[in-house]
């Protein structure tokens, strides 16, 4: 079975493991996401984002979260990644004064208590050794009302 990812014990978070295996290969163009609409729409997503404020985190490319800013027509999009290189050719292409790209960690969220009323994350949850550290900062920053979506 071929494993993804860094390999570290699933109780360890190490910063430098998860850096030493995604320098290996930083993206260099922006990636398309078009395609990701028709999937969030047979997930029945779609109406979740427009005139929200949405964070995805572990961003990774930030295709979602250029989706949810330039198709979906969120109110503000924030892109959250641990490392700023991967987010970096799509910043460098955006042209959305709605979408915004921010470096940090899922363990203490740079944002104030109900910032967002979506936060999104695909594939993320379950890579995260202390889950019910993230679970309470998305909780935190969460608007009253507001929801998690994952996939």
Known sequence: ?????????????????ERSYYQQKWPIQARPYAHLKRYIGCLGFTGYFQARSVLEIGAGESQYARLFANELDSKVTCALELFWERMYPAASVNQNPRL????????????????????????????LPQLQKAVLEIYRILAPGGFYIGI
């Not at 921010?102 to 949850?125: M, R």
Request: with cysteine; aromatic share 18%; proline share 4%.
């Open 1 to 17: 079975m071929k494993r993804f990812g860094p390999s570290y014990s699933k109780r360890d978070f190490c910063v430098e493991a």
């Open 100 to 127: 915004k790209f921010i470096a940090g960690s899922c363990y203490e969220l740079p944002f104030k208590d109900g910032s967002f009323e979506v936060v999104f994350g695909n594939g993320v949850l379950h890579h």
